[in-house]
């Protein structure tokens, strides 16, 4: 199939836009109308969405081939190995007791759900700006301090809000982010030169995420104030052990499955060596401990089961949606509907302050349309932020700033988003199950990031970044 030819629909490039709109609209309807967090409801709406629009396309067998496309495309496989091999990381520290054991800890100390909290996002946000990763990011903060918080009584929502705005933070300002090196090559700006001049922008929307953290679980949030009793095996705590060892490979390599396939290895061995896993369990019933594998059942339900297959099994629900949300996707760029989307915004542009408006708002709505922030940068950069930078006098650094700093936004809270899908399964396969339409809300730093960044452009502030002064 020739891969540049284009999608056509009856209705025109805008109908390239149906199956995520559709998506959007039953999302809303399964997750927050019936209140359901189950597979079906995230499944049955994605299945709808690519489904009907079928029926608008000119050419059916190109549909369906772009859907194949979208579900084979690195862009889709890439986070799909990365959450398999967290989510099994995730599992064997929680079946070895270490979530429980840090949130024991953390209550003996006197740690309760306010400083727990706001540990949590620090922690976030230090990972995510060393080692560039927001998926990353949110496998280490949902996979091993959400089960912690949750178990010292932390709010589950906010918690899960918390990792997610830590990581955007590192997403935009961590030299190795692609976000920042995508936003950077755009434009043509110095790379070194925009990290520095972005960190005023960044520092004060994490400063003011922090405050908004603390007042939530200070006056909204009545769980944050006080610790809950956890049982714990201090043994557990060994563990500490495999988690740092696997946070300082994935600092230094830069890469999750290098990182969590050592870690999850050397969990392995050190949960077997104190005792605090089994290795198999065959035919052994209800036991205090868990096995990393067991066999169970009798004649065809025969069933092998254990930590690794629930580690993997724990992230099957992201997984599938997430492979029909790039099929959608895929159609609407095979469709050229982002094309007609910035096509439409050309000619409202006036001067410097309607031009960074543009930009942002383009960014935002492809950041967020199409779930990752490096493909809505590369689409706005090239053909709108470098002439326009040029055009209108903004430096290349605050052009580049803006892509970045909005890019991390939409893209980390929007419900039918590869990171928010991401982080909804971790909290499933923690046994706290939470709705898109729960964390949404709790991801104060996109929000106040998006009014940072607007104020700045309104009092034309940083219109000479990275520039010699």
Same mark, same amino acid.
């Given at each position: 199939?020739?891969?540049?030819?284009?999608?056509?629909?009856?209705?025109?490039?805008?109908?390239?836009?149906?199956?995520?709109?559709?998506?959007?609209?039953?999302?809303?309807?399964?997750?927050?109308?019936?209140?359901?967090?189950?597979?079906?409801?995230?499944?049955?709406?994605?299945?709808?969405?690519?489904?009907?629009?079928?029926?608008?396309?000119?050419?059916?067998?190109?549909?369906?081939?772009?859907?194949?496309?979208?579900?084979?495309?690195?862009?889709?496989?890439?986070?799909?190995?990365?959450?398999?091999?967290?989510?099994?990381?995730?599992?064997?520290?929680?079946?070895?007791?270490?979530?429980?054991?840090? /949130?024991?800890? =953390? *209550?003996?100390?006197? !740690?309760?759900?306010? @400083?727990? #909290? %706001? $540990?949590?996002?620090?922690? +976030?946000?230090?990972?995510?700006?060393?080692?560039?990763?927001?998926?990353?990011?949110?496998?280490?903060?949902?996979?091993?301090?959400?089960?912690?918080?949750?178990?010292?009584?932390?709010?589950?929502?906010?918690?899960?809000?918390?990792?997610?705005?830590?990581?955007?933070?590192?997403?935009?300002?961590?030299?190795?982010?692609?976000?920042?090196?995508?936003?950077?090559?755009?434009?043509?700006?110095?790379?070194?030169?925009?990290?520095?001049?972005?960190?005023?922008?960044?520092?004060?929307?994490?400063?003011?995420?922090?405050?908004?953290?603390?007042?939530?679980?200070?006056?909204?949030?009545?769980?944050?104030?006080?610790?809950?009793?956890?049982?714990?095996?201090?043994?557990?705590?060994?563990?500490?052990?495999?988690?740092?060892?696997?946070?300082?490979? /994935?600092?230094? =390599? *830069?890469?999750?499955? !290098?990182?969590?396939? @050592?870690? #999850? %290895? $050397?969990?392995?061995?050190? +949960?077997?060596?104190?005792?605090?896993?089994?290795?198999?369990?065959?035919?052994?019933?209800?036991?205090?401990?868990?096995?990393?594998?067991?066999?169970?059942?009798?004649?065809?339900?025969?069933?092998?089961?254990?930590?690794?297959?629930?580690?993997?099994?724990?992230?099957?629900?992201?997984?599938?949606?997430?492979?029909?949300?790039?099929?959608?996707?895929?159609?609407?760029?095979?469709?050229?509907?982002?094309?007609?989307?910035?096509?439409?915004?050309?000619?409202?542009?006036?001067?410097?302050?309607?031009?960074?408006?543009?930009?942002?708002?383009?960014?935002?709505?492809?950041?967020?349309?199409?779930?990752?922030?490096?493909?809505?940068?590369?689409?706005?950069?090239?053909?709108?932020?470098?002439?326009?930078?040029?055009?209108?006098?903004?430096?290349?650094?605050?052009? =580049?700033?803006?892509?970045?700093?909005?890019?991390?936004?939409?893209?980390?809270?929007?419900?039918?988003? +590869?990171?928010?899908?991401?982080?909804?399964?971790?909290?499933?396969?923690?046994?706290?199950?939470?709705?898109?339409?729960?964390?949404?809300?709790?991801?104060?730093?996109?929000?106040?990031?998006?009014?940072?960044?607007?104020?700045?452009?309104?009092?034309?502030?940083?219109?000479?970044?990275?520039?010699?002064?």
């Amino acid at each position: 199939m020739d891969s540049e030819k284009k999608l056509e629909f009856y209705g025109g490039e805008w109908m390239s836009f149906l199956p995520i709109v559709l998506f959007i609209i039953l999302i809303v309807v399964t997750s927050f109308a019936w209140g359901s967090t189950s597979d079906g409801a995230c499944w049955v709406p994605a299945i709808i969405s690519l489904m009907l629009p079928f029926f608008f396309a000119k050419d059916k067998k190109m549909y369906a081939d772009t859907i194949i496309d979208g579900l084979a495309s690195k862009d889709t496989a890439v986070p799909i190995a990365c959450w398999i091999f967290a989510g099994v990381f995730a599992r064997v520290l929680r079946e070895s007791g270490f979530a429980d054991g840090l /949130a024991g800890l =953390a *209550g003996k100390v006197g !740690v309760n759900p306010l @400083i727990f #909290t %706001v $540990v949590t996002f620090l922690c +976030a946000v230090l990972f995510s700006t060393a080692t560039g990763t927001g998926f990353g990011t949110i496998a280490m903060g949902m996979g091993v301090l959400y089960p912690a918080g949750v178990a010292l009584g932390v709010n589950p929502a906010l918690l899960a809000g918390v990792v997610l705005s830590g990581a955007a933070f590192g997403d935009n300002m961590a030299p190795v982010s692609d976000t920042l090196i995508c936003s950077t090559t755009s434009v043509g700006a110095d790379l070194t030169k925009c990290v520095k001049s972005r960190f005023k922008y960044a520092i004060t929307s994490g400063s003011l995420t922090l405050v908004a953290i603390i007042i939530f679980c200070l006056f909204l949030d009545k769980s944050s104030g006080t610790s809950v009793e956890v049982p714990t095996n201090n043994l557990a705590l060994i563990m500490f052990v495999p988690m740092i060892l696997t946070l300082v490979i /994935a600092i230094k =390599a *830069g890469n999750i499955i !290098v990182a969590t396939t @050592i870690g #999850t %290895v $050397v969990s392995v061995i050190t +949960a077997l060596a104190f005792g605090l896993v089994d290795f198999i369990q065959i035919d052994a019933g209800d036991t205090a401990k868990s096995a990393l594998i067991t066999v169970y059942g009798e004649s065809v339900d025969r069933t092998v089961g254990g930590i690794l297959y629930n580690g993997i099994s724990g992230m099957v629900q992201v997984i599938i949606l997430c492979l029909l949300l790039f099929a959608m996707i895929n159609i609407m760029k095979r469709g050229e509907g982002d094309k007609k989307l910035l096509e439409s915004f050309s000619g409202i542009v006036k001067g410097p302050v309607s031009a960074e408006v543009v930009i942002s708002v383009l960014v935002l709505v492809l950041s967020a349309l199409l779930s990752l922030t490096a493909p809505a940068i590369l689409l706005v950069g090239p053909s709108f932020g470098k002439p326009y930078a040029e055009k209108y006098g903004i430096s290349p650094c605050r052009m =580049a700033n803006i892509m970045s700093g909005h890019s991390v936004t939409l893209a980390y809270c929007m419900p039918w988003t +590869a990171t928010m899908m991401l982080t909804l399964g971790f909290a499933n396969s923690a046994g706290t199950p939470l709705s898109a339409l729960e964390v949404t809300p709790m991801m104060f730093y996109a929000y106040i990031s998006i009014i940072v960044l607007f104020a700045t452009t309104f009092l034309k502030i940083g219109r000479n970044d990275g520039l010699d002064k």
